[in-house]
């Protein structure tokens, strides 16, 4: 069975770090291009950001570059997002999915994807 586990969530004041770590059972996903999303209450799910196979390109979305960092560990089958300097409008369920696909494709197919952890940014 395959699962997307995320952890590292939770409430830290505005302008503090948090470590995302999503662990990837079941199969390897080091072929596999990997993404964080993130979903606030009555908001549209966002692209954060996102990683090709092997590490070497990246994505970051506006309104996180030069604050968020994602990395991956293949040996571990696991994707990090370190996050800094948080603002209150961080505050979302961050989630991490998986695609086959080519790196930022127009037709991504995000096979799988984790339950979510919850990062709550207090002003």
């Known amino acids: 069975q395959v699962q997307l586990v995320e952890s590292g969530g939770g409430l830290v004041q505005a302008g503090g770090s948090l470590r995302l770590s999503c662990a990837a059972s079941?199969?390897?996903?080091?072929?596999?291009?990997m993404y964080w999303f993130r979903q606030a209450p009555g908001k549209e799910r966002e692209l954060v950001a996102g990683i090709n196979w092997s590490g070497e390109r990246t994505y970051y979305g506006d309104s996180v570059k030069g604050r968020f960092a994602i990395s991956r560990n293949n040996a571990k089958n696991t994707v990090y997002l370190q996050m800094s300097s948080l603002k209150p409008e961080d505050t979302a369920v961050y989630y991490c999915?998986?695609?086959?696909?080519?790196?930022?494709?127009?037709?991504?197919?995000?096979?799988?994807w984790g339950q979510g952890t919850q990062v709550t940014v207090s002003s």
């Open positions: 999915a998986t695609d086959q696909a080519s790196f930022l494709t127009v037709t991504p197919r995000y096979e799988y």
């Open positions: 079941g199969r390897t996903f080091s072929s596999d291009a």
